[in-house]
């Protein structure tokens, strides 16, 4: 409830700050049709064209009578945001991130009621819980408008979907006798959130169905120490990286595929198995003329997982 609080007065004051407060208020023609917000945590690397990738799938694959809808983005990451704006401005381009209050503010402005709001986070942790805060803040804060918010899931949300994603990278996987899988996620450090049972599970569900593949996070559980240790073992002195996040960008990079130390001396996990006499790669992909980091963004089968979800909620518009 007082998480619930500060987003209902953080919303109220970005109003204030924008001079919008009450722009609401104006009469207006009231669309019948809902709007899509895709809420994703944001990257100013070039992975960015994971999100081009997903929006054309979703355009795709929506049936008919919802692919005239409204589609917007809205990017959770304060700090990606205003780096991200920053380098538009400089490159004299009028595109810009916006925070989810700004872009459902925005829309209710012009008229719709009915949002969807469909994050691309893959565990049901810190990330996720933020954007359903904001939510039920913005719900409360336009109450009196009757503005209806459907908030859609993470990836990892159910075991299934779980199985389907696995299945999916087994395409990219090193069969047993050729090396080892280091899949490589983000993590959470606090204990008490939702996903560190998933990310268990995901780590039990490699196990069992494999035993060259581990998982690894930059932060908590599963660390990187047991998967880099577990993969050091491997009796063919190759590794491959598996990027387990939406979007490959910085932590993969960097963290991960880093060719050069920190400025304090740390290695990047590639590095470091480099040290113990392994050769190292990752998962990479070829996307108009570019290559780029193999982010879960680049499986059709896993952002069909979300665009389902997305036809799940806008049906509740219909009932």
Not at 91 to 115: C, F, M, P, T, W
Not at 257 to 270: I, N, Q, T, V
Request: net charge positive; proline share 3%.
């Amino acid at each position: 409830m007082k998480n619930r609080h500060i987003v209902v007065l953080t919303v109220l004051m970005l109003f204030a700050f924008t001079g919008s407060a009450f722009s609401m208020l104006k009469t207006m023609t009231l669309k019948k049709e809902p709007a899509i917000v895709i809420a994703a945590f944001g990257t100013t690397t070039k992975a960015q064209v994971t999100y081009d990738v997903f929006e054309k799938q979703l355009k795709k694959e929506l049936p008919a009578k919802y692919r005239n809808y409204e589609v917007r983005w809205a990017f959770t990451s304060e700090i990606v945001r205003e780096r991200a704006n920053r380098k538009f401005e400089k490159a004299g381009i009028k595109k810009r991130y916006r925070s989810l209050a700004q872009v459902v503010s925005n829309l209710e402005d012009e008229g719709y009621r009915k949002i969807v709001v469909q994050p691309l986070h893959i565990f049901p942790g810190i990330e996720y819980e933020h954007v359903l805060d904001m939510s039920e803040g913005l719900r409360e804060v336009f109450k009196d408008f009757n503005l209806r918010i459907e908030v859609g899931e993470p990836l990892l949300q159910y075991w299934w979907d779980m199985r389907t994603v696995a299945e999916a990278l087994k395409q990219d996987l090193l069969p047993s006798g050729k090396g080892c899988n280091v899949l490589a996620a983000h993590g959470t450090g606090e204990t008490a959130v939702g996903s560190n049972s998933t990310y268990l599970g995901l780590a039990r569900l490699l196990s069992v169905e494999s035993d060259n593949t581990f998982l690894g996070s930059v932060e908590g559980i599963t660390s990187k120490e047991e998967a880099l240790a577990s993969a050091k073992a491997c009796k063919v002195k190759k590794v491959k990286f598996i990027p387990f996040m939406y979007v490959a960008g910085n932590h993969i990079m960097n963290d991960i595929m880093g060719a050069e130390p920190e400025d304090d001396g740390e290695l990047s996990w590639s590095l470091q198995m480099k040290k113990e006499g392994l050769r190292t790669g990752a998962t990479t992909v070829r996307y108009k003329g570019g290559e780029y980091f193999k982010g879960l963004g680049f499986y059709p089968e896993i952002n069909s997982i979300y665009i389902e979800g997305i036809v799940r909620l806008l049906k509740k518009f219909e009932m």
